[in-house]
């Protein structure tokens, strides 16, 4: 597998992937990312008390009502997403005041 990117910028996202799909995504950002590049990362609040939501397997939800209607999303504690990226060095770890996190990762 070649490296191919300096960047990437990943925006709320992760945390809408079944664990399965997020395990190969991180896999491939390590595979493709150039020595020296960088990741942006972040992940939403917990904010499911918005909409109403079936409970899925592993903490999953899948929105059933509102404006998330069809959209599945995990929230994930900090500690589990140090340790989802923990192949990579965490340059940066911010956690907003409505509970949104950033992070920038270096390989």
Same mark, same amino acid.
């Given at each position: 597998?070649?490296? !191919? @990117?300096?960047?990437?910028?990943?925006? $709320? #996202?992760? %945390?809408?992937?079944?664990?399965?799909?997020?395990?190969?995504? &991180? /896999?491939?950002?390590?595979? +493709?990312?150039?020595?020296?590049? #960088?990741?942006?990362? $972040? @992940? %939403?609040?917990?904010?499911? %008390?918005?909409?109403? @939501?079936?409970?899925? !397997?592993?903490?999953?939800?899948?929105?059933? !009502?509102?404006?998330?209607?069809?959209?599945?999303?995990?929230?994930? +504690? /900090?500690?589990? &997403?140090?340790?989802?990226?923990?192949?990579? !060095? &965490?340059? $940066?770890?911010? #956690?907003? +005041?409505?509970?949104?996190? $950033?992070?920038?990762?270096? +390989?």
């Amino acid at each position: 597998m070649t490296h !191919e @990117f300096d960047l990437i910028f990943c925006n $709320s #996202v992760l %945390d809408h992937l079944p664990k399965q799909v997020l395990d190969r995504t &991180i /896999n491939m950002f390590y595979h +493709k990312l150039n020595d020296n590049g #960088v990741v942006f990362l $972040s @992940f %939403d609040s917990d904010d499911t %008390d918005l909409d109403s @939501f079936e409970e899925l !397997e592993n903490g999953l939800k899948l929105f059933t !009502e509102g404006s998330n209607k069809g959209l599945i999303c995990k929230y994930y +504690k /900090n500690d589990e &997403i140090k340790e989802l990226f923990e192949d990579f !060095e &965490i340059s $940066s770890f911010n #956690v907003s +005041k409505r509970g949104r996190r $950033s992070l920038w990762l270096m +390989k």
